[in-house]
């Protein structure tokens, strides 16, 4: 097994192997070190505004994304307050560091208030956790929409911490080593860098006991309980892992906007992160990545797209939507599963009785 | 987190190892609404003891296994196990003092292998369920799963996905997920239903191979292996407990012969 993503059906351990065996280099498939290739030499090959604000804001989505496949996926919860975890840590760090609005801001050091923010931001996802596992399906989705509105409507009418409508601007990454970190190309290989290591974590964790249970508990948490298991501490456990990388992504966020406000948050970009994993693929850590790119291509240029045939070009949503309904339409499981049922049918047509397993009620009830 | 729940409870454990009984369930009642599943079940399994529960479809036999893992919780009644009142615990709570169970029908991860089903198992009941590192070369559950997949026949298919395997491999499997770490008392669902005589036997042999001190209730339809498996009977219907005694006493008495004129029963 490698960095390929056979998480749902490899095993933990056919050959007796040892724990870094997951990220051994020599087993990485051709594909992923041509993109890899790409991705590390991107600079040379786009120019600045591709590099921040096409392929930087892709990573950084598809990190909240991530953070959403990971309890989807693995742990069968859908939340939709991962973009208000991610803005969260934005607004600590605006707050307790440096920003324009010098009568909110602490202007504390960032390796203080890296640190809080991203604590804050992991405590407030978890809470929300907390309050949703006991929920199932439907409800989940609604009781982390509720959350995520009220922190919206809370950031948009506080205006001793939050700074109300207009929030925070003026947050700049540190000048470390020398290196200006909002130029383009360095702040690309800063997302590329923190994107990297949450898709490599999040992969690793699966075949780990914690997201092997968190599967276990994802396709049949009676079983679970039966097996020894807090299913409800498990549960919890998966929104820190997933609320925390969703706190990295909004402090990547905020340097990339240079400000943070109520809108950061809004039930449109909650929902779109939704819309982002599926597309790309919740079944796989690499979907939501996939699922960033395509939306924050569609954004950027369905604006030119639209004018040129004639709509106004605020209606891009349209286009998202289009392709949306188009995907799941087509392909429930996203960019991903459709990607796979095209190579399975190339390969062989031996795969086709590898279907036959889905007649097997193995995990039913 | 198992240590500390450990802790809590030794006194009162300490003192029910000697003289408690494994299982002790006192008027314990289950309703749907208002279909009593289940109504004032007092029963009391010493520990090692071995006991088959028969009776009809729907007499309650699998509702009086929910109660006992707290996979439902029981309208009334109280449940102890080895001495300690459990009524309220939730399931793994009971799991990690020492019950197993397995589902009748197959409560298994299909979308897992064998080994990683087996060693989800082992993982529920150690430590470190929670740990980020994957198991290692030297992973000591990683070889206790192993050698589980090793007593019930499975090694063929250590690396198979679970919903590829037989009817009569899945119901291998839910027993092996029973036996992980060290169980104290085993509650065993009709675990021969549906097996091949083969695999009858074989599920017979694997129970009487369980180490002494592994008590176990066992549902069994079929008389003949309730026989080999089992040194008492207790017999439900209606949710009710109807007869309890020996194996013998029970397939001669009467009533109960009555109560199954013309099936439920076969014989040698
Ligand atoms: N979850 C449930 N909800 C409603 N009724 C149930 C449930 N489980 C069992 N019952 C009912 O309780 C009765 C006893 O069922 P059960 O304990 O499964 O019987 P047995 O295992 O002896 O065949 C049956 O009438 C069954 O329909
Ligand atoms: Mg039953």
């Known amino acids: 097994m490698a960095v390929t993503e056979d998480t749902g059906t490899a095993p933990i351990n056919g050959k007796p192997q040892s724990w870094w065996s ?53 742990g069968g919860m859908v939340s939709l307050v991962q973009m208000s975890v991610a803005a969260s840590a934005a607004y600590m760090l605006a707050i307790f560091g440096e ?49 995520a509105s ?9 205006y001793v911490l939050f700074n109300g409508f207009s929030g925070f601007n003026g947050v700049t990454p540190p000048e470390l080593f020398g290196v200006d970190w909002r130029q383009p190309t360095p702040f690309y290989y800063l997302t590329l860098f923190w994107a990297a290591v949450a898709y490599l974590s999040v992969l ?19 079983r679970m309980e039966a097996l020894g298991y807090n299913v409800t501490a498990h549960r919890i456990a998966a929104y820190v892992l997933a609320s925390f990388i969703a706190a990295v992504a909004g402090i990547l966020l905020v340097w990339l906007n240079g400000q943070v406000s109520p809108g950061t948050a809004g039930i449109g970009p909650a929902i779109d992160i939704l819309i982002i994993a599926v597309i790309g693929g919740l079944a796989r850590p690499v979907g939501p990545f996939i699922g960033a790119i395509i939306y924050v291509l569609l954004r950027t240029f369905a604006l030119d797209f639209m004018v040129s045939i004639g709509l106004s070009g605020e209606r891009f949503q349209l286009l998202v939507g289009v392709v949306f309904l188009a995907i799941v339409f087509w392909s429930p499981d996203g960019i991903l599963g459709l990607w796979e049922r095209w190579r399975n049918r190339m390969n062989s047509t031996d795969r086709l009785t590898g279907k036959a397993r889905d007649n097997d009620g193995g995990s039913e009830v | 987190m198992n240590a500390m729940a450990n802790t809590s409870s030794m006194a009162s454990r300490l003192s029910a190892t000697g003289t408690a009984n494994a299982l002790e369930l006192r008027g314990v009642s289950k309703f749907f609404g208002a279909l009593a599943a289940m109504q004032d079940i007092t029963l009391t399994v010493k520990p090692g003891e071995r006991r088959a529960v028969l ?3 729907g007499a309650g ?86 050698d589980l997949i090793e007593a019930v026949h499975l090694t063929d298919v250590h690396d198979t996905l679970v919903s590829e395997l037989s009817y009569g491999q899945q119901r291998q499997l839910e027993i092996a ?92």
């Open chain 1, 22 to 74: 997951g990220l051994s280099l020599a087993s990485v498939p051709t594909p992923y070190w041509f993109v890899g290739a790409i991705l590390l030499l991107l600079p040379v090959l786009v120019g600045p505004f591709m590099l921040f604000q096409v392929f930087g804001w892709a990573l950084i989505l598809g990190m909240i994304a991530l953070s959403l496949m990971f309890l989807g996926g693995y």
């Open chain 1, 99 to 147: 920003s324009a609005i010098t009568q909110i801001s602490l202007g504390w050091p960032w390796w203080v208030a890296i640190p809080i923010a991203l604590i804050i931001a992991t405590a407030f996802g978890t809470l929300t956790g907390a309050l949703a596992v006991r929920t199932e399906g439907i409800y989940t989705i609604m009781i982390t929409l509720a959350i």
């Open chain 1, 150 to 158: 009220a922190f919206f409507y809370f950031t948009r009418q506080n």
């Open chain 1, 204 to 222: 690793y964790v699966s075949r780990a006991p914690f997201g092997l249970a968190l599967q276990g508990v994802r396709d049949n948490a009676r």
């Open chain 2, 55 to 57: 009776g009809s479809n």
């Open chain 2, 61 to 146: 036999k699998t509702t009086l296994f929910n109660c006992i893992t707290g996979d439902f919780l029981p309208t009334s009644g109280v449940v102890r196990m080895f001495g300690e009142d459990v009524t309220k615990f939730p399931p793994h709570d009971r799991i990690r003092r020492g019950l197993r169970r397995t589902y009748q029908i197959s409560l298994l991860f299909g979308g897992l292998t064998v080994i990683d089903n087996v060693y989800l198992a082992c993982r529920g009941v150690s430590r470190n369920r929670f740990s980020l590192i994957r198991p290692g070369r030297s992973d000591a559950l990683m070889h206790a799963a192993a």
């Open chain 2, 177 to 268: 997920l029973a036996l992980a770490g060290a169980p104290r008392f085993i509650l065993f669902d009709e675990p021969a239903a549906g097996l091949s005589p083969t695999e009858r036997r074989d599920l017979i042999d694997i129970l009487n191979n369980l180490p002494g001190h592994m008590g176990y209730i066992i549902i069994e339809h079929d008389m003949d292996v309730a026989l080999r498996v089992a040194e008492s009977v207790t017999m439900m219907h209606n949710g009710r407990i109807f007869k309890e005694g020996k194996p013998e006493e029970i397939e001669a008495d009467p009533e109960v012969q009555e109560l199954y004129l013309g099936g439920g029963f076969t014989h040698g």
